[in-house]
């Protein structure tokens, strides 16, 4: 009991510098933020790392025309049929990554 006690101000100390748990909106896709606003440069990179778009930097601008048909080619057949880069298509392209990606975790 004496052992239980004297080691229960270390268990405290411990459990207090532990660095709390992540938010959950900190698990996502490579760290980019997939709750941002559609069209946002967050949404753009959170689809371009999910999507493995860009390599190291090297590719098409994010939300050019050359980078939504990326986006397309790489969602194949499921890719939305509307305009590539309307508010309608990031919209589905959206929807679809949310519904095709497992859940990340830090």
């Known amino acids: ?3 239980l006690l004297a080691s229960l101000p270390l268990a405290l ?27 946002s440069t967050q949404w753009y990179a959170w689809v371009d790392q999910s999507l493995h778009i860009s390599d190291d930097g090297h590719g098409p601008d994010q ?14 057949e499921e890719a939305p049929q509307s305009q590539p880069g309307s508010p ?6 959206d929807a679809l990554l949310r519904t095709r990606l497992p859940p990340q975790s830090s």
């Open 13 to 39: 100390l411990l459990a207090a510098c532990s660095p709390a748990p992540a938010p959950p909106e900190a698990a996502t896709a490579q760290g980019a933020k997939a709750n941002a606003a559609l069209g």
């Open 63 to 76: 939300g050019s025309a050359e980078w939504n048909q990326a986006v397309q080619r790489k969602l194949g």
């Open 1 to 3: 009991m004496r052992r």
């Open 88 to 93: 309608e298509w990031q919209q589905s392209v």
